[in-house]
C-alpha cells in the first residue's frame, strides 16, 4: 500500500457523490462501466470490481460516504472513495467463518497500486489498476492464497 495524495495529469471519467444506500455499489458499478469505454475486459471486470469493494466499505463503516472518482491516469485507472470515517481499511486474513472481511484483500490482489490519505473530513481510499497488464481473474485469485497450496486440478 503506498500513499499518493497529489494525482498530476488525470483525466476525469466519473466524479459523483456518495449516499448511504445499499444500493450504492450497484449503481456506481454502472455509472463507472458506462464511461470506462473500451478496455481489456479482465481490466473492466477487475476495476469494476475493486469499486464495489471501495464504495461497499465507504457505504458499511462510515456514517457518510461522500464521493465518488474514476480517472485516467497515464496508463492506469484509478477509483477514489471519500468517505467521513478516518478508520483506515484492514487486509483480513481470510477465514471461512466470517461473512466480512475479504473486500480489501480483493483490492489488494487486484490492484496494480492502493493507498489511503487522510482528509480534513475523514479519508480517501484509493486503488489503481494498469491498462495494459491487469492481472487476469484467475491469477488474481491464485496471489489471494499462498501458491503453493494451490493445485491446477484440470478438467476431469
Known sequence: MAERAHVPYA????????????????????????????????????????LSELVANA?????????LRVLRVGDRLRVEVYDDSSDFPVVMTPSPHRVHGRGM???DALASDWGVNSTPSGKVVWAEVRLSAAPSCREAHVDM????????????
Open 105 to 107: 484483500l480483493l483490492v
Open 145 to 156: 492464497f499462498e501458491k503453493d497450496q494451490v493445485r491446477d486440478l484440470g478438467r476431469t
Open 11 to 50: 483525466t476525469p471519467l466519473v466524479d459523483t457523490r456518495l449516499s448511504a444506500d445499499k444500493n450504492m455499489p450497484a449503481r456506481s458499478r454502472r455509472l463507472t462501466g458506462d464511461a470506462l469505454g473500451e478496455i481489456e475486459p479482465d481490466t473492466r471486470y477487475n476495476f469494476l470490481l475493486m
Open 59 to 67: 457505504v458499511l463503516h462510515s456514517r457518510t460516504p461522500e464521493r
